[in-house]
């Protein structure tokens, strides 16, 4: 009977198919609350805060939640990873802004 030999091999992550991130965000649950009250918020008002670095957002989270587990999954599949990321860049470099949008008062009820 022949002896055969184990050997263990450890795997290594491909990073060639893994994006670095130059930055984490500290909370994604900050990050949600920031996007729905963008979302919630009227175009021209986006656009006064954001200037020339106005990002599209789709504008219909509250009518399509339901179809997705959180804010942050619709914005990927709506905007794209690209998109999202130009967001998620401009949240993080935009503290000043960002607590613009999150002071805004909204005038009417969603739905």
Known sequence: ??????????????????????RELKSYEEFGVFLIQL????????????????IDTPGCYDREKQFYDTVIDFMIANLGEDGYE?????????????KKIMEYKLHFNWR
Do not use: F
């Open 86 to 98: 130009r967001l998620e860049v401009w949240y993080m470099k935009n503290p000043r802004k960002v």
């Open 39 to 54: 979302e919630r918020m009227p175009e021209s008002a986006i656009r006064r805060i954001m200037g020339d670095e106005y």
């Open 1 to 22: 009977m022949k002896k055969v030999k184990i050997i263990k091999v450890k795997l290594q992550k491909d990073y060639a198919l893994v994006k670095p991130r130059k």
